[in-house]
């Protein structure tokens, strides 16, 4: 995660100068030893390009990275505000929920941590009246959106930077914090991401879990949440938030079938994907019925075809 140190290096940086680790020093009061760290740790994410200045010294300047680039986004519309004195990994973790009113107990057991480390994260937004406070929940004030973009385009970042290690192909679909949903396009990263302890086949791969085999066009899914169950419910979303076709939808209603998968607990689960008209379609169609409408938000299989799935697998 983008350290203090690192956001205090931007920030000297964001002007499109070049510099030197002692002129970095000098502007943000790092000892150069530290720096030396610091620019290592930024040049291999990709935030940093380096040169060779007079006296073949090295220099660093900013590339068009997208967190360098939301960075200078948010120091433009802010830049009254010492961001780096603010933003630590652990606040720009947490500034990930704040789109929307959400409790401290909510954000704290969505990052497994405890409240009070939520509270400690927060901190610093609240001393400087940065947060809109609703009852026992929290979000960002209205004009603070540049802020929730830097840090999502960091914790983004963070887990392209550990997939890429493993799997250079691997684009990033969806991530919070702390789990990760990715696609790879090659067979050698396929190979490489199933050795790693850390992540699970998900998507239309996991299917065969649960005894429906599809065929698969192309490379797995994978998912990135250490020490968490992937459940059929995760499943069900990874399946919609890689693709919301209408066959998509359809394998994963067979899921649901399949599996008896509870509607509560779904859409719970899909509430972190956007995905609750989605699974209250599916849910209305499974119970009721398929109804054409304007008002559903995907393309559902027609009651025939359904019925033909079903009986294609056993579900009964």
């Known amino acids: 995660m983008l350290t203090k140190a690192g956001l205090a290096v931007i920030g000297a940086l964001s002007t499109g100068r070049e510099a030197t680790a002692a002129d970095l020093a000098m502007e943000t ?41 939301a960075y200078r986004a948010l120091r433009s519309e802010l830049g009254h505000v010492e961001w780096p004195d603010l933003l630590s990994p652990a606040t720009l973790r947490v500034c990930w929920y704040l789109d929307e009113p959400r409790r401290v107990s ?3 057991e969505r990052l497994k941590i405890t409240r009070q480390g939520v509270h400690k994260a927060l901190s610093p937004l609240k001393h400087r009246a940065m947060l809109s ?21 960091v914790v ?19 991530c919070d914090p702390k789990r990760a949903l990715v696609r790879v396009q090659t067979a050698e990263d396929t190979e490489a991401l199933e050795a790693a302890t ?17 065929f698969l066009a192309g490379e797995p899914a994978f998912w990135y949440a250490p020490d968490e169950e992937l459940t059929p419910g995760e499943v ?4 919609l938030a890689l693709d919301s076709g209408s066959r998509r939808v359809s394998y994963a209603m067979l899921l649901i079938e399949a ?16 995905l609750e008209t989605t699974v209250a379609a599916m849910y209305q169609a499974l119970q009721e019925g398929v109804e054409d409408s304007d008002e559903i938000p995907v393309v559902l299989p027609s009651e025939s075809e359904f019925m033909a799935l ?3 697998y056993g579900v009964v």
Do not use: M
Not at 198 to 214: H, I, K, N, P, V
């Open 259 to 274: 599996l008896d998968i509870d509607q509560e607990t779904l859409t719970d689960t899909a509430t972190w994907y956007d």
């Open 236 to 239: 069900v979303c990874h399946t």
């Open 29 to 69: 009061e790092y000892s150069q030893t530290h720096l030396y760290d610091v620019l290592d740790e930024l040049l291999e994410s990709g935030l940093l390009a380096e040169h060779r200045g007079a006296n073949n010294q090295r220099e660093v300047s900013l590339t068009d990275h997208p967190v360098v680039e």
């Open 156 to 174: 983004r970042h963070e887990h392209r930077s550990r997939v890429r290690g493993l799997a250079p192909s691997a684009t990033v679909e969806w």
């Open 133 to 153: 406070p609703s009852g026992p929940e929290y979000a960002l004030s209205e004009d603070l959106s540049p802020l929730l973009t830097f840090a999502r385009a």
């Open 106 to 108: 909510e954000i704290a």
């Open 310 to 312: 079903k009986e294609q």
């Open 198 to 214: 850390d992540w699970q086949l998900t998507g239309l791969a996991r299917f065969a879990e649960y005894g429906l085999q599809f």
